[in-house]
Structures are given as C-alpha cells and as structure tokens.
C-alpha cells in the first residue's frame, strides 16, 4: 500500500536537507509507540546533530501542538528533552534534536540501577519544582474516573469476557471512589503521565533524556513516582523500591516540594496512586490488543495485575478489588 504521508514528509525535508545538512537517503523508521505517532531518524553533517528524529503526527489523530508546548515546557525547566528545529503543524510533522537509541529498559541491570533511577527521580524532582497551576490540563475526577472505566470496559468485560454482578459493580465502584478520594487529596504538581523505562532515554550528559510527554497535566505528586517505581515493562525488589522512595522522599522534602510530612502518608499515596494507574493500563492494554491489533502488550498485563493484586491484598478498603479478580489467577 503506498504511504501517503511517507512521501509528504520526504517532501517536507527535501525543503529542511540543505540548511540541516541531511543525507535524505538515510531516513530509517526509529520506533512507533501506542498512539498513531511514528517517528524516523535521518543522519545529518550539521555540527552538533549527527542525526534527527522526525515526528509524523496525523493531525487528525495526534495533533501535534500538545507536544509542541509541553516540550518547550519542560525545556524551561533545565530536562533533557528533544529541540524542536522545525516543524509544520497542518501536516503533523516536527523536526527534533535525537536523544539517542538506548531507553532505560535497554540499560537497566542490578549494577547501574541505583545510578539511573537517582538520576530519573532528580530529574522528576526538577520537573514538580518548574510546577504552575494554570498551565497544563487539570488531572481531574472525570479524567480519572474515564481512566479507571477502561478497566472494566476493556479488560474485565472484553478480555475476561467477565460481566460483574450488582453486587460486584458496586463493590468495584466504592474501590474506586476511595482511590479518587485519595488521589485528588494530593498535592498537585506537574505529571509527565508516562514516566517510565520505555520513554527515559539514557544519556552520557544530563541523564536521563525524557520523552513522549505530550499528555502532561498538573496532577497528583506520588503519579509520576509510581510510573517510574512500579514500571509496567520491569519489575524491581520491594526493598529496591522501598529505597527510592525514601530518596524521593527526602529530596523533596529538602527542596520544599508538597510531600506529606509521615513517609507512612506519603508510601500510602503511591500505592493507591499506582493501583489507579494500573487499573487504567489493563485496560489501556486490551484495548491496545481488540481495538488496534496490538497484541505485542499482553504480554505486560501479568506485571502489571501482580501490582495490582499487591497494593488491593494490602489494604482492607480495598480487598473487594482483589476477591473480583482472585478467582481468575
């Protein structure tokens, strides 16, 4: 099938080749993701760049203005994400500085653990520290609430193909109430919404580089934290997580953010944050799998139900979740 927008945008950087120095010949894909966005490398002689990603963004599908006033957000706040060196909105196309080809989740092994995640959670803290309310999306009830709906929805209903009684739906209801309750109580700062091991890039200088951050909006304090620490791609010893936590902790502290001041508060606010954030990616996944033929996400749901397992077996409030989804393990 011929790719339309394929040979719009080797029109697009026919225009950029000279002033950039490309070699358009060497276009190559570099990765896709779960949206409808693609991005491409290209090599380049033009000093300081020896290679570019180019982002191509259906304008009807992803627009691409999100991206465009988060990344020079987060620019003023001293992170390491992508330049933007040209772009043409109408077509959804964005020239970006490359942050290379290594993500976390390629590097991370027991040795160099500690040293990346310090580094990741520094760089979070440098992110909560540039917050203003006003500037991003409020992570609302209805946004929160629309999260935990697709679990229900999708991975319940369409990949358990389990229908809950009354009595459970209502079970499942109050869960989720004292799960909002909770994460609407937090302190709001500004949240990345995917800041974990497949959008952390690692860098020599100024580790790590951030990205895919376009959904950002001022939100609860431990979200971002939980992405990172109960990573839905790798998973970590308690102790280990235990550990960064308490470094999080600590630097924030240190640095005036709005924690809670007993860690027990603060350890309880991640947890139930995280359970809300996996709930909606169970369902994220199996929509990823029945809607767009994704099926490469599956694989991820066991980590991420033994998460939520965890934190539900944990809390006696919670329980209802667990004893919905004990019968199906």
């Known amino acids: 099938m011929p790719d339309s927008r394929l040979s719009l945008l080797r029109q697009w950087l026919g225009a950029l080749a000279l002033p950039w120095q490309m070699d358009l010949g060497s ?17 380049s002689n033009k000093a300081d760049y020896s290679s570019l990603i180019i982002m191509d963004a259906p304008p009807d599908k992803e627009p691409i203005e999100p991206f465009v006033r988060v990344a020079r957000l987060f ?7 992508p330049l ?34 310090n580094d990741a959670i520094m760089a979070l803290v440098q992110l909560q520290l540039a917050s ?3 500037v991003l999306p409020e992570y609302n009830a209805e946004l929160l609430q629309r999260e935990l709906d697709l679990f229900p929805e999708w991975y319940l209903k369409r990949h358990l193909n389990l229908n809950l009684s009354a009595k459970q739906q209502a079970k499942l209801s109050a869960c989720f109430n004292l799960l909002l309750k909770n994460n609407l109580a937090q302190s709001k700062v500004f949240v990345h919404r995917d800041y974990h091991s497949r959008n952390l890039m690692f860098t020599v200088h100024h580790n790590p580089g951030i990205l895919d951050f376009q959904d950002a909006v001022f939100g609860p304090i431990t979200y971002d934290l939980a992405s990172l620490l109960r990573d839905a791609y790798i998973q970590w010893p ?57 099926a490469n996400y599956l694989q991820s749901i066991p980590l991420v139900l033994h998460y939520v397992l965890h934190v539900a077996n944990r809390y006696a409030e919670l329980k209802p979740l667990a004893r919905i989804l004990a019968p199906l393990n």
Request: zero cysteines.
């Open 75 to 81: 620019a003023q706040a001293q992170l390491n994400v």
């Open 84 to 117: 933007i060196l040209a772009e043409n909105n109408s077509a959804g196309f964005l020239l970006l500085s490359d942050l290379g080809n290594i993500t976390y989740l390629d590097q991370l092994k027991l040795s160099n653990a500690e040293k990346l995640y």
């Open 132 to 134: 203003q309310a006003n």
């Open 27 to 43: 276009l190559a894909p570099a990765s896709a993701d779960a949206s409808f966005r693609r991005y491409f490398r290209i090599q």
């Open 238 to 294: 308690e102790e280990k997580i235990l550990n960064w936590l308490i470094f999080y902790w600590e630097s924030a502290r240190r640095v005036g953010l709005p924690v809670p001041p007993d860690f027990g508060d603060f350890f309880r606010d991640f947890e139930w944050m995280g359970l809300q954030r996996h709930l909606k990616i169970l369902g994220i996944f199996a929509r990823l799998n029945y809607r767009d033929g994704k």
